[in-house]
């Protein structure tokens, strides 16, 4: 019986261990901020603001994220899944809009940071999207 529940305990513990090592791995890394392209009904940039975002690089790593020059140092990663009808009564826009095919999306927010690049939306493993003042940006992995 000791056996058995030592065999249980080491498999539960390998597969949490795997489980939140890959969860979080997928937006690691170093990020370029490409373009927008999507505007919430009501965004707070003009176009020289809108345009100074482009080529600001975003890093996350466990013990930190980055944007620009705003860092946050041993950053809390929260990640969900929203649906698009729920993506789209916080932000009035549709995801598809985002050109997302899906009908929900992954979403890592930086728990107590309100910077640019806090809030991050999953495209692919290459690309990122992030809202700032109502303007969606896409990111683009450079490392």
């Not at 080491?10 to 901020?33: D, H, P, Q, R, T």
């Not at 345009?51 to 013990?63: R, T």
């Not at 899906?102 to 991050?120: A, Q, R």
Request: hydrophobic share 45%; proline share 3%; glycine share 6%.
């Amino acid at each position: 019986m000791r056996k058995i529940f030592i065999c249980i305990s080491v498999i539960v513990f390998m597969a949490l261990i795997l489980g939140f090592s890959n969860k979080s791995n997928s937006f690691y890394g170093e990020w370029k901020v490409q373009r927008p392209i999507a505007y919430c009904p009501i965004f707070g940039m003009d176009e020289e603001t809108i345009k100074n975002f482009i080529g600001k690089k975003a890093i996350y790593k466990f013990d930190m994220a980055q944007f620009d020059d705003e860092i946050c140092n041993n950053p809390q990663y929260k990640e969900e899944v929203i649906l698009d009808k729920d993506f789209f009564n916080g932000f009035h826009v549709y995801i598809k809009k985002l050109g997302i095919t899906t009908d929900s999306i992954k979403v890592i927010e930086v728990k107590d940071w309100t910077n640019p690049g806090s809030y991050l939306i999953i495209k692919d493993k290459n690309s990122l999207i992030t809202v700032w003042d109502g303007v969606f940006f896409e990111l683009v992995r450079i490392k």
